[in-house]
């Protein structure tokens, strides 16, 4: 009997969880060659960093998919449905589709459980379900990006023949290293021998990581600041405008509909990427103008409501949080902005609050449905310890933290000042953004049929 979408979901989330970790190929190896390396049937494009990796994804699908050609992407994690993580031409796979991908895989998983030490894990299935959804399809190029770190993520069995490297930062530390020195060399294992790499601005002690490993595989690389840069960057009320020098050209007039200098980045590496992809000629300018002006990056300074405006950002490391504080201050013109914030309890929770603390004028803190989750009580106390008592509101559940957000934001807040009209941020998870998300975009995620 053909399994519904509930068993393949019921059948994934039996697996070890993304979370549970032992660093190896060996099974996710023994898989794609049992399935025929379906990976080996198409060129890769391939994304690790610590911020930035879904939204340079999607424009990097979208300017692909305007030069005529057909893609897979694989991201994670997802916001709503399993299904976003594998989309072909920019849509996430149907329920059907995605059940078609789960049993070409299934029986070759249990082949691998049962001949390796561990079994395959929920991660390692999604990745063999992309890769052979891709294959099947048949897809011109796949846009992949890692899940954790680089050299030892079950993506890294592509062989990409661009990877792109955006900016790296501290975060989940406990599995790639204390400094970004360690975190970079796990990221810059997807360079790949003769591949070309583009390489966002980083710190110095990641740089040299970074510039180590396209040495000693022989690639050829691209520098942020050096062979490509946002040379201009204007905000618009809907987004910004940006002059791009890239690889072969500079491109200008381009709107972005996404909002942040961060984004701005994200769309240089995009360019760089695909120029890179195409052997470095120069694109149609009018063509990246229109793919760059249908880019969309679900969960990412989105605004799913208005009146009072509540925006979602799945922000959930410092870095991260920092570049999206900022965008909010450019964008928006929020008095009061009014977070609402739920953390997984193995973040730097303290340090994301510091980074909330300037901005936001009151913070309701709550907690998303996941094991992870930071318990409301104990964010309650770190919160109070960064913004003050007075500033600080628990309510448990999301849905109810929502509408005292929404009434702060509408009465002021307690300073009774909303000259600017009041807007509510729900940030601090992937997970908290997703929930928020179904809440209050009840529409069906988009799929392919």
């Given at each position: ?13 039996g697996?070890?969880?993304e ?6 190929l ?5 898989l ?16 690790a ?11 990097i ?12 992407r694989?991201?994670?994690p997802?916001?709503?449905?399993m299904?976003?993580?594998i989309?072909l031409?920019?849509v996430?796979?149907?329920h059907e589709?995605?059940v078609?991908?789960?049993?070409d895989?299934a ?6 459980d049962d001949s390796q ?6 991660f390692e ?10 294959a ?10 890692v899940?954790l770190?680089?050299s ?8 990409g023949q661009v ?15 204390d ?7 796990e990221k ?6 003769g ?12 740089a ?7 040495v ?7 520098r942020?600041?050096?062979?490509f840069?946002?040379?201009?960057r ?5 987004g910004?405008?940006?002059?791009i020098?890239s ?7 381009v709107f ?9 980045h ?7 990427a ?8 120069e694109?149609?300018a009018q063509l990246?103008r ?6 969309t ?18 922000a ?7 570049a999206s ?11 009061p902005?009014?977070?609402v ?6 973040k ?9 603390e ?16 930071m318990p409301v ?18 309510v448990?559940r999301?849905?109810?933290?929502l ?10 807040g307690s300073s009774?000042?909303?000259i600017?009209?009041?807007?509510v941020l729900?940030?601090g998870?992937v997970v908290?953004?997703g929930?928020a998300?179904t ?9 392919r049929r």
């Open positions: 009997m053909r399994p519904t979408y509930a068993d393949v979901e019921q059948a994934l989330l697996r070890w969880p979370t549970r970790l032992e660093p190896s060996d099974r996710i190896r023994a794609c060659s049992l399935m025929g390396d379906p990976q080996d049937a198409y060129p890769v494009i391939h994304l960093g610590t911020n930035g990796k879904t939204s340079t994804s999607r424009m699908d979208t300017l692909v998919r305007a030069l005529g050609l057909r893609t897979g694989f991201t994670s997802h916001l709503e449905q299904t976003e993580r989309s031409d920019g996430p796979l149907s589709l995605f078609d991908a789960f049993a895989v029986a070759y998983a249990q082949i691998v030490p561990y079994p395959v894990s929920f299935m999604m990745v063999a379900m992309g890769y052979a959804a891709f099947d399809a048949p897809v011109d190029v796949a846009v992949v990006e899940g770190g680089g030892w993520d079950a993506t890294n069995v592509a062989s990877a792109v490297i955006t900016p790296i930062a501290l975060d989940h530390t406990r599995f790639l290293g400094t970004t020195g360690d975190i970079a060399h810059a294992g997807i360079i790949k021998a591949a070309f790499a583009v390489v966002a601005e980083q710190d110095p002690d990641a040299e990581v970074i510039m180590q490993r396209v000693d595989v022989g690639a050829t690389v691209a942020e600041g050096v062979d840069a946002v040379t201009s204007l905000p618009a009320m809907a910004q405008m940006l002059t020098q690889l072969a050209a500079t491109y200008d007039e972005l509909p996404l909002h942040g200098p961060y984004q701005a994200n769309a240089a590496y995009a360019l760089a695909v120029e890179a992809f195409t052997g470095g000629k694109l149609d990246v229109e793919a760059f002006g249908q880019v990056s679900p969960g990412r300074l989105e605004v799913v409501r208005r009146s009072p405006a509540i925006v979602l950002d799945a959930h490391n410092p870095h991260g949080a920092a504080m900022q965008a909010v201050q450019e964008a928006f013109g929020f008095s902005l009014v977070g914030v739920s953390i997984m309890a193995d730097d929770v303290d340090e994301l609050l510091r980074v909330f300037p901005v936001m004028a009151e913070v309701v803190c709550t907690q998303n449905a996941s094991s992870r989750a009580d104990e964010l309650v106390d770190i919160a109070e310890g960064v913004f003050g008592a007075e500033r600080v509101h628990q448990r999301l849905d109810d933290a509408e005292t957000a929404v009434a702060i934001a509408e009465s002021g009774g000042d909303a600017g009209g009041g807007g729900v940030t998870s908290t953004v929930e998300r809440l209050l975009r009840p529409e069906p995620v988009e799929e």
